[in-house]
């Protein structure tokens, strides 16, 4: 258990649909990133938030959104859902913005679009 | 922009044998560089780290030595187990202003035969 934690771990859905993924940092990390992971891309990162706060934006569609809460916890929203975002979506958590000390993921949620 | 480029797998060997892992990168300034590894079903866990030139990051009897003359970070290790079948990613921390994301390279999968 690497102690960031990821709902739910699988996910199957239409597409046109709209699902929500969540992602609770380790205890004391404030930053949270999430990372789409699919076949034919690798992982591609897609946004960092920091203490609540968007630090990054990777290459995010505009029909995902993101945001991470107060008690740090980070919900990533799919929207108009395409079988092309299918795929494993991580998060990740440091203690810094900075991420000098390292990353830590959570084993990821796997979205199927059918 | 900063990129990662890690050899293609896969790569099949047999327990005992001697593994290299080819990662070479493309950045401004001087990053900070890792190996994740990804076991079946999981998430990414940290191998190892560097984060200025000449340094070595080592364990779990992987390493891998930051070289900024060939800026490359290849990851080798001498005797290979079948727990060592896996994918590996080299993955490269941005220093820019407001942006400490990892960009990924494409993976390695490594199979180890008893």
């Known amino acids: 258990d690497s102690g960031v934690t990821q709902t739910p771990k699988h996910l199957i859905t239409a597409t046109g649909q709209r699902v929500t993924l969540r992602c609770s940092p380790r205890s004391g990390d404030l930053s949270v990133y999430w990372y789409q992971q699919s076949l034919d891309q690798g992982l591609q990162f897609l946004i960092h938030?920091?203490?609540?706060?968007?630090?990054a934006k990777g290459n995010i569609l505009e029909r995902f959104s993101a945001q991470q809460f107060p008690d740090l916890h980070s919900e990533l929203n799919l929207s108009s859902l395409e079988l092309g975002d299918s795929a494993l979506y991580f998060c990740?958590?440091?203690?810094?913005?900075?991420?000098?000390?390292?990353?830590?993921f959570g084993s990821g949620t796997r979205l199927t679009v059918v | 922009g900063n990129s990662v480029t890690q050899m293609e797998g896969p790569v099949t060997l047999s327990e005992e044998a001697f593994l290299t892992i080819n990662c070479t990168y493309t950045?401004?300034?001087?990053?900070?560089l890792f190996w994740y590894v990804q076991y079946p079903g999981e998430g990414l866990q940290l191998l190892l780290k560097a984060t200025k030139a000449d340094d070595k990051g080592s364990n779990k009897g992987f390493e891998a030595t930051y070289r900024k003359e060939t800026t490359s970070f290849h990851l080798e290790k001498g005797s290979v187990q079948v727990s060592d079948s896996a994918v590996y990613f080299c993955?490269?921390?941005?220093?820019?202003?407001?942006?400490?994301?990892?960009?990924f390279g494409a993976g390695t999968t490594v199979t180890v035969r008893a």
């Open positions: 990740a958590s440091s203690v810094s913005w900075q991420g000098e000390f390292g990353y830590t």
């Open positions: 993955a490269l921390r941005h220093r820019r202003s407001n942006d400490y994301k990892l960009s």
């Open positions: 950045a401004t300034g001087y990053p900070s």
């Open positions: 938030y920091y203490n609540g706060e968007e630090r």
